[in-house]
């Protein structure tokens, strides 16, 4: 069952993502939210991890996150999608179940 | 203290985490507000995720929070002139000082001249200013 | 306790400083004003309405300090000094004028 992992945490402090990325499935979809998503943003020392894990997993991140810290959003790495808080709700309820990664 | 004369000590904020998603960006500002009255040698550093407190065209609208990305423009108003930026940190994040606002500060000895209050620094560099404060402050 | 303006009532803290500075008038700062028996005068707008554009500006209200040089550079020397200011609002130049201004009591200071 295809699950939806949220990580709100940067990668730059905690190894959340990582941990997630490691034991997200594949099929599962991941939303990076809060001070996780400075993981989405190109050109980090992180974004090819984020690239790679792309192959099978599929990654959004929340746009009135990045407009917050004044990141923007044609700066995001190829293939994550922005979407906003409705967006977020429907990819909760899209998905079987719910994982947060603190 | 002696006769009046005040000890000036140099004290250090330490910044390092990133706004909104935790209270310490805000709480490290208003600490150094309410400190600049007590006229010591202030610096500040943003270093790690501490330097996206310092992005431009910040919109916190849609996540309900106050902006106070503007206040630190008002820095140079409290005589807080030192602002380092550790290199190393804006390149893991695929930043540079475009990205961050540009803070400045009225030099009152030199006719009220703009300079700037941002100072780029190695990691090495940093370590020794670091080294040179009486107290630091972590955020 | 709520000020009453034109009939219609807004929040204040236990200082009286406005909850919400959205819903400021000028009014607003005329009754606050009058209620602490010291109409405002010209003199005294500058002030507040200077405290209104600094706090659009940088999202805070700013320290006395800070409050009396950037007067003088704005206004003039005669006015950028303590004294004229506590002459102004004897209650602290800083509290009393961001109260009339709708901002909120600046953090730490006089």
Redesign the interface.
Not at chain 2, 92 to 95: A, K, V
């Given at each position: 069952m295809a699950m939806l992992h949220t990580v709100?945490?940067?990668p730059?402090?905690k190894n959340s993502l990582d941990s997630c990325m490691r034991l997200a499935k594949a099929g599962s979809s991941v939303l990076l939210i809060?001070?996780g998503v400075?993981a989405a943003?190109?050109?980090?020392?992180h974004?090819n991890a984020v690239a790679d894990a792309m192959t099978d997993v599929s990654f959004y991140v929340l746009?009135?996150?990045l407009?917050?810290?004044?990141?923007?959003e044609n700066n995001v790495v190829d293939g994550i999608k922005v979407v906003?808080?409705s967006g977020f709700v429907d990819l909760a309820t899209e998905h079987e179940s719910v994982q947060a990664w603190l | 203290m002696e006769d009046g004369d005040q000890v000036i000590k140099k004290f250090m904020y330490m910044n390092r985490?990133?706004?909104?998603?935790?209270i310490y960006a805000l709480e490290s500002l208003e600490v150094v507000l309410i400190a600049a009255a007590f006229d010591q040698d202030v610096s500040l550093v943003f270093a790690?995720?501490g330097v996206?407190q310092l992005?431009?065209?910040?919109?916190?609208?849609?996540?309900g929070?106050k902006?106070f990305?503007p206040t630190y423009s008002a820095l140079g108003d409290y005589d807080i002139k030192k602002i380092y930026i550790e290199k190393e940190s804006l390149e893991?994040?695929?930043?540079s000082l475009d990205?961050l606002q540009d803070l400045k500060y009225e030099d009152e000895d030199d006719d009220w001249a703009e300079k700037d209050s941002i100072h780029l620094v190695s990691r090495e560099e940093l370590a020794e200013v670091i080294d040179q404060q009486d107290v630091v402050f972590s955020f | 306790m709520p000020i009453e303006v034109d009939g219609q009532s807004y929040e204040t803290d236990e200082e009286g400083y406005l909850a919400d500075l959205n819903q400021w008038r000028p009014e607003l700062a005329t009754a606050m004003a009058d209620a602490d028996g010291a109409p405002l005068t010209e003199d005294h707008w500058e002030v507040v309405n200077f405290l209104r554009e600094y706090y659009e500006e940088y999202q805070i209200a700013p320290a006395v300090r800070v409050l009396t040089k950037a007067i003088g550079k704005k206004l003039g020397k005669e006015k950028g000094n303590s004294k004229y200011l506590y002459e102004l609002f004897p209650y602290g130049p800083a509290k009393q004028a961001c109260k009339y201004a709708g901002l909120p009591k600046p953090t730490g200071c006089v």
């Open positions: 709100n945490k940067s730059f402090e809060e001070d400075v943003m190109k050109g980090t020392k974004s746009g009135p996150d407009k917050a810290r004044g990141l923007s906003d808080y | 985490k990133s706004p909104y998603g935790t790690d995720d996206y992005m431009k065209g910040q919109n916190t609208e849609e996540i929070m902006n990305s893991e994040r695929g930043l990205d | -």
